[in-house]
Structures are given as structure tokens and as C-alpha cells.
């Protein structure tokens, strides 16, 4: 019962993106091919005969091509014309050779959680769906595994911990994990080990050419460094080494509330003394969301809190206790193995979290900590919005807070990810079935949202974490604000990417 409801509270969704209209978001690159609509038949008997002979091609109007299609934000989706579903990482080689010989762009997809809308850009394209790529081996050294760059979240968390292992991955289940490390990599063994882009030890990666090269520190280190935290501009991720850990424990426990919303004010109070100004305990982690349940009010948004630990349920008394203390108005918790962790706090591969087919347009912003007075605005935004349009019942704030020692033991200028110092991951998720008609209201109250959490850090840049942009961010506020950063990402895409073959994915203007 406990967590059936909880499920229902937590239905919304942790992660995502989009967009509606903007300037410049389906404008083409200058140096973008122009193409034709391809001709499936063609493409048929000229690209498979030279593709292996466990690859195979989905043609519009089957089920095995609305399957690999399906994304998990139905707003501004990439127009395919044909996927073409690899058997081994060769097959992505000859797939670009054969699309930039005939002119026609080309989109890798795994599981599809991709939402920027400059995905939308995709017209009449070749969808490389690449999960069937997702072997996992551990490597006889015991401290790394191969992982094949179709593997997603959940595939791989179940995998180490059945062999006593663990790694750096996404929270949510269902996420692919090389579209995640490109762009960062958060998740709940962050304070351990960092972001899951600084765990890829070496990549085997297609270029835009169709090369293939392998990619780590002694070879095309350039490449390496630009690959782990802006890694959609240069490249397809067919198979990675990934380091690997002995596993701290075997069961996590995680406790969950509800709070009502007068108890806003006290209750955000003891979120920010139990993060610390980004110092809480590494085993410690936590995510909070405004959301509705009639169940619990139908008059106020309600406010959902999950903590996680890597330990016990009297390891973490200490920090459980003050938000019992609060009396919420509904409290679950369990320990439970860890491959079992997302589903229970309705990050699964079954919840709504996971579900595709809504438009989910999300806003990100990066803070050191909570300013009590804008989280009241921000909620009070919130609910005015979702009350004026029900449409919106399903949209979320979303306040994710991991431990970061792992992560800010990192020097920042050794990989192109540009946003440790925040401690807080804030977004705005706007989900509502696709219409048309609600995609500019949609739009003009998320950028209010974003703009007012990002108020309540006076004098802070705007840091917009890339797996969530939404696609109408300047470069800087994606990528970072160092020019030195710009001019090497610049250059990168300038030597791997000259004519901007992969410009679907929040590309690096150059």
C-alpha cells in the first residue's frame, strides 16, 4: 500500500528536455548535407548487403520501427526515415560511410531519453539504433569492464552487482548509459567515484568520417578529453572500458516523505543543513520534487523527498530523523539490493518515469544551495501554472541532490564536463501529452521557471547541464564560460566534426 502510493506520488519523472520556438533551433549548419528523402528500397539493396549478417533495417509502418523510434519526449522528435539496428560495431562504420556518400544525415539512438530539441533538426535521417551493442564483460584485471554502448542503467547495475561489483551510472533505470557519460553522468555512487564519464577509461568511437579509433588518455587524448562532457559533437560510442569497483554493500536503504506545503520553509531549512554546502557524506544522497496527489490534497502541490544511503537504516538515523521530526504527512522506507533501488522509489523501468510517448520539456540550472524564500516563489509558481492549465498535472520541479566528493576530486579542467562547482542539480520538467496548442504556454512557463530558480543565486552564471538542456541555452551556459574551454571544444569540433555531421545534439558552434 506505503509504496503504491508512493509510486503514484513520485508517477512524474527525474530526468529530461526540449523545446518549441526558437531562432535558430531548426536552422541547419551551414556546413549541414541538404538531402533528398531517401528511398527505402534503395537503401535497402544498396546498404545491406554491405551491412553484417545479424544487422537489420525497419522501414515506416512496421512495429520493429515504431519500437526503435519511440522516444521518451515526444516534443520535437527527429524525423527517420529508416533505422538500421547494427549486430556489430562495424556496421556503424559502414552505415555513415554509406549515408555521407549519398547525403543523408544520420542520429545514433539507444533507449531514446535525448529531449533537447535540436534533435528536431533530423530530417529524413538514418536512425543508428545501437542497442543491441550491449554486451558487458569484466576484464581479467577485475577493476574494469567492456560495455557495449547500447547498455543501458539498469542493464548494468544488475550485471556488477551479481559479480560483488559496482560503478559509476545514471539513476534512473531506463537510461542509456553512453548518451548519460557524454554529457556527465550523475548518479547515486557519484560521491564514490565520481560522474560516469570519469570512469570511461578508453572509448571505441566512429567519427564522422567513419573511422573508427579508440580513444583514451595515450591515444587521441584530445578527443578523450572533449568526449566526457560534450561527447554528442564528435562521435558514436560503439563499446567502452569502464572502471569498475569492489561493491561498497549490497542492500541501500532509502527512506521517503511527503510534506504538505506549509511545511515548505523548515522543511528546505533542514535540506540545506544536511547537504552542507555540498560536504554531506558520500553514502548520503538525496531528490525532492513539487508534484500533485489528490490522495494527499487537492487543493496544494505536495512535496515529495527521497533520501538514499549506502549503508543501513541506523546508519542513516542521523539524518532521517529532523525531516520525521517535521511530521510529514506520509513516510515509507526499506532496504532493499541495490539492483532493486530504482524501481522501489519509482525510477523503474516499469513507472511513469520511464514511460515514453508525453512531451517533456525540461529546464536545468546548477546551485551551491537552497534560497528558502525563491523555493517558495518557485512552488508558488508551480502551482499557479498547473492549477491554470491541468494539462500540466504531470510536470514537476525537480531538486536533485547528490554527494560530490568523487565528483569534485575531479580537477575541472581535465575533461570538458564545466559544472563542478555546483552542488544542487534544479530543473524544471513541463510534461503534458502532445498538443500542439500547449506547447508555447509550456514553453514561456518553464523558461519563467528556470529564470526564477536561477534568481536565487544573485551574481551566479547560469549553468545548464547538457543532458537536460532544453536547446534554447547560449554556448557558454551549456558548455562553460572559460574561453579557453569554448576555443579547445571549437577546435575539436573544428578537427573531428568539420561538416557538422553530428549537429543533433546541442552541437558546439564553431
Sequence with gaps: MQISLLSNIVLLSIFAQTISTLPYIFERAVNDTTSLTPNTSTIQNQLGPLLSSGATLYFPGTPQFENATSRWSAYAEPNVAIVVEPAADQDVATTIVYANKHGIPFLAMNKGHGSTATLGRLENGIEIHIRALNNITINSDGTSATVGGGTYNQELITYLWNQGKASASGSCACVGLIGSALGGGMGRYQGFYGLLQDNILSADVVLA???AVTVSENSYNDLYWGLRGAGHNFGIVTRFDLEIFDSPVSDWYFAQFVFTQDKLETFVTQVNAMMGNGTQREELMNYFVFAWNPAISTTDPIIVFTIFYVGTKAQAAPYTQPFLDLNPSFHNDSTVPYPS????TGLG???FTCQHGYNRLQYPVGLL???VTNTRAIYELYKQQTVATPAFI???AVFEGYSLQGVKSVPSDSTAYPHREDNILAS????YSPDVSLDSTAISWARQMRDLIHSGEPGRNLNAYVNYAFGDETQEEVYGYEPWRLQRL??????YDPMGKFNYYEPIAV
Excluded: E
Excluded at 341 to 344: I, K, N, P, Y
Excluded at 428 to 431: D, E, T, Y
Design 428 to 431: 524544471i520538467l513541463a510534461v
Design 209 to 211: 568520417d567513419g573511422t
Design 369 to 371: 544551495t537552497y534560497n
Design 394 to 396: 504531470n510536470s514537476t
Design 341 to 344: 533501488l530504482a524501481s522501489a
Design 349 to 351: 523501468d516499469d513507472g
Design 490 to 495: 571549437q577546435d575539436l569540433k573544428r578537427k
